[in-house]
């Protein structure tokens, strides 16, 4: 083989000085790897990093109000993407196995439980002159041990987690069943009751939120969920809502009690979710919504029959220990 086509190594005893320059130069080019990512010059990496720290920078001044807000608006957007889908999916005349599947229809005893229900505690308005004695009996469930009687406007209606010192006035969205699921949950578990109704006693406005008004959001949120009416308004819009309805059609089938053993639940899904997450009057919102989002879940749910079936589906402990 000639000598001339063979690759000289550095230190090589016949290479010449000059020689040994060049064929190390191409020995390095030879052997070295290209990186995958090319190098960038130091200036381009100097302004990537200030970059980066202005972005940083940024963020550190938005304040948690505005955080929420965006929070708030992506969560928003998401809770939409389901009936944007489905309208999609109508629209472009797609297969019916990508569609939501009906309910299955609902029974005659069902039925009639449903109206039942509907016309007896659904947006039944509260009345102080009708209904302040079932007030009253909520408030010493309450504070059993309390000799102190309230007005019907009084300030100490504020202890029990009213907004104001008119109960009426917090009543309006969800009406006399707001009451009536509060006794209920007072009445039958009262452990569980006395718990989350201090949880937040003796703390700050910040740290603590009202527990009445929290209970009538949860009412307000159940029916709204199955667009639960009265006779004669018009039927809702909401494609979803036959399904939430027949959740809560086959709950009560047997017992309307089930539906507020079904609220007692949902308050202990509330109470734990504000001590998971450390909660604050800020961050109630969200609580809320995550709330929302697992009641829904739940009365979607076609093994949704009973209470203990709730509580189940809640993932909580509906009876007290």
Not at 19 to 48: G, K, M, W
Not at 56 to 79: C, I, N, T
Not at 284 to 301: D, G, H, M, Q, W
């Amino acid at each position: 083989m000639d000598s001339t086509t063979l690759r000289r190594r550095k230190g090589h005893a016949d290479s010449a000085p000059d020689q040994d320059r060049n064929v190390d130069s191409h020995s390095d080019e030879d052997n070295e790897c290209t990186p995958l990512v090319p190098r960038q010059p130091e200036s381009t990496s100097s302004q990537s990093n200030a970059v980066q720290r202005s972005v940083v920078a940024d963020w550190s001044r938005l304040d948690m109000q505005d955080l929420y807000r965006y929070w708030s608006l992506l969560r928003d957007w998401l809770a939409d993407v389901p009936a944007m889908a489905r309208k999609c999916a109508s629209d472009l005349h797609l297969p019916a196995f990508v569609l939501p599947s009906k309910p299955p229809p609902l029974t005659h005893e069902q039925i009639q439980a449903l109206e039942t229900f509907i016309e007896k505690n659904v947006a039944v308005p509260y009345d102080h002159d009708e209904h302040f004695s079932e007030l009253m009996r909520l408030w010493r469930l309450s504070f059993p041990k309390t000799e102190t009687i309230p007005l019907r406007q009084d300030p100490q209606w504020k202890r029990l987690g009213f907004q104001g010192t008119d109960p009426a006035t917090d009543f309006r969205s969800a009406g006399v069943l707001s009451i009536r699921a509060m006794v209920h949950f007072a009445e039958n578990y009262p452990s569980k009751y006395q718990t989350v109704m201090t949880r937040t006693h003796g703390l700050s406005a910040e740290e603590s939120y009202p527990f009445a008004c929290a209970c009538i959001n949860i009412v307000f949120m159940i029916t709204d969920l199955a667009k639960l009416r009265r006779g004669g308004e018009p039927p809702s819009a909401d494609p979803e809502a036959p399904i939430m309805r027949a959740g809560i059609a086959r709950l009560i089938e047997h017992d309307e009690r089930a539906f507020f053993d079904f609220f007692s639940a949902s308050m202990i899904v509330l109470d734990e979710e504000w001590v998971r997450s450390k909660g604050t009057y800020m961050t109630f919102p969200f609580i809320i919504r995550t709330v929302r989002e697992r009641i829904a879940s739940t009365l979607r749910n076609p093994r949704l029959r009973s209470a203990a079936t709730a509580a189940e589906l809640l993932h909580v402990e509906l009876l007290d220990e």
